[in-house]
């Protein structure tokens, strides 16, 4: 499940929107407000998401690597410079 859909929003959702869907989510499976270890972990798949596609810099690398989530460092200085070969190639 991509990080859209674990927040139950689409691709092309405002901030506002998406900050809206986090919070009802968040309220949901919060440790504090659910016990249940499953709670647990999906609110913290919901934290990285909202996390991710709330920010616009990481939002935009998150849809040019076709939805994966890049951490390391030099996968994201990879990442960018072959998104602008590609872009100087077209």
């Known amino acids: 499940m991509d990080y859209f859909e674990q927040l139950g929003v689409s691709r092309v959702s405002t901030t506002i929107e998406i900050k809206k869907a986090y919070r009802?989510?968040?309220?949901?499976?919060?440790?504090?407000?659910?016990?249940?270890?499953?709670?647990?972990?999906?609110?913290?798949?919901?934290?990285?998401?909202?996390?991710?596609?709330?920010?616009?810099?990481?939002?935009?690398?998150?849809?040019?690597?076709?939805?994966?989530v890049i951490t390391d460092p030099r996968e994201i200085a990879d990442s960018f410079w072959q998104s602008a070969f590609n872009q100087a190639q077209n």
Do not use: C, G, W
């Open 24 to 68: 009802k989510l968040a309220n949901k499976y919060h440790p504090d407000r659910n016990d249940n270890v499953e709670a647990k972990e999906q609110f913290q798949l919901i934290q990285k998401a909202y996390d991710v596609i709330s920010d616009p810099k990481k939002r935009s690398l998150y849809l040019k690597s076709n939805y994966t």
